[in-house]
């Protein structure tokens, strides 16, 4: 089966720019997540989708991110203004039961954003 | 709230020998515990998880981890480490309750040498 894809895989924008990256999750899954993961760090979840509703967004800087799942299937994440403190991989990933943190989680290959 | 410390950030080990890659959590009752791998350039992947019963588990491409609950442990090891197993390797523990968000390490850089 295909894996979860994103684009794109490289962005080098300048401060105060605007970004979208783009996420298709597997064929049927249910749950959808946005991850940060800061060179250094481990992933860190920024919003988490159960189809089209929002589950958790919590850690979502909500002054700059906004995120949007259309029709439960494919994701948009957004940042504007970016800062430098933005730059990191985005990663999405998605699970087939919707909100079962037992679920394994499927990651794409991530979005590479640099912030200038 | 979960966390989760993987106490070495890089590991060298030659090929052909045995490894180990630490991870300690802290959660109140046995949580959820994975390990997942990331190659350069792509995303993670599942490696193994426990979730209950068998404190040693088994996973993809010859990897093991040993659930501990007296160490607060999840330990993960391979008998004999090939050149392509050179990755990051991230723990993460998930809370068997509530709607909280799985929580991951920093993770650890495996290198590999001939």
């Known amino acids: 089966e295909a894996g979860v894809a994103q684009s794109p895989r490289y962005k080098i924008i300048e401060k105060r720019q605007s970004v979208a990256f783009w996420c298709n999750p597997i064929s049927g899954h249910a749950t959808l997540y946005w991850y940060q993961q800061i060179l250094g760090q481990g992933p860190k979840l920024l919003i988490q989708?159960?189809?089209?509703?929002?589950?958790?967004d919590s850690q979502l800087p909500k002054d700059r991110f906004s995120a949007e799942r259309l029709k439960g299937v494919d994701s948009t994440l957004k940042i504007q203004p970016a800062k430098l403190e933005d730059s990191a991989v985005y990663l999405c990933a998605s699970s087939l039961i919707a909100g079962a943190i037992s679920e394994t989680q499927y990651f794409g290959p991530g979005t590479r954003l640099l912030v200038l | 709230a979960q966390s989760v410390t993987q106490p070495d950030i890089h590991i060298t080990v030659s090929e052909g020998a045995s490894l180990e890659l630490r991870c300690n959590y802290s959660?109140?009752?046995?949580?959820?515990l994975f390990w997942y791998v990331q190659s350069p350039g792509q995303g993670l992947q599942l490696l193994l998880k426990y979730f209950s019963g068998d404190t040693l588990v088994q996973g993809i491409k010859g990897f093991e981890a040993e659930f501990k609950r007296s160490q607060s442990s999840f330990n993960l090891r391979k008998p004999s480490v090939h050149w392509s197993d050179a990755a990051e390797y991230f723990c993460a523990v998930g809370a068997r309750s509530g709607n909280t968000p799985l929580v991951f390490g920093k993770g650890t850089r495996l290198s590999v040498i001939a």
């Open positions: 959660y109140g009752a046995t949580p959820y």
């Open positions: 989708f159960q189809n089209n509703g929002v589950v958790d």
